[in-house]
């Protein structure tokens, strides 16, 4: 069983930024295991939607539309994190943001496809409001 674990977000204003944390542990985190994490939220009344991932490697990230340029997502494998850079937040970036973890190769080209993922963490609020 993988454990994820977000932290981070918090109240911002309009045009701010704030940065994600999914911190990974557990008992398949054995040598040789490697795993591809995405990000995806979810605001009150709409569906979940994925907002970015990136494989085990680092080599292969994705986003949607609405947040190129603006998020940035990165690992460290040795710390077993990722973490989600957002900048110039909006206030429809206001969700509750979750990583989730996709057992895969460490070259697999990620997918922000939310039936791919294995283990969900609780997820974290984020809120965009002046």
């Known amino acids: 069983q993988l454990q994820l674990v977000e932290s981070g977000g918090g109240l911002v204003q309009p045009g701010g930024s704030l940065r994600l944390s999914c911190a990974a542990s557990?008992?398949?985190?054995?040598?040789?295991?490697?795993?591809?994490i995405g990000w995806f939220r979810q605001a009150p009344g709409k569906e979940r939607e994925g907002v970015s991932c990136?494989?085990?490697?680092?080599?292969?990230?994705n986003y949607r539309d609405s947040v190129k340029g603006r998020f940035t997502i990165s690992r460290d494998n040795a710390k077993n994190t990722v973490y989600l850079q957002m900048n110039s937040l909006k206030p429809e970036d206001t969700a509750i943001y979750y990583c989730?973890?996709?057992?895969?190769?460490?070259?697999?080209?990620?997918?922000?496809?939310?039936?791919?993922?294995?283990?969900w963490g609780q997820g974290t609020q984020v809120t965009v409001s002046s």
């Open positions: 990136i494989n085990y490697s680092g080599g292969s990230t």
């Open positions: 557990g008992l398949t985190l054995a040598y040789g295991d490697t795993y591809a």
């Open positions: 989730a973890a996709q057992m895969t190769t460490a070259q697999a080209l990620c997918v922000i496809t939310e039936w791919e993922y294995d283990y």
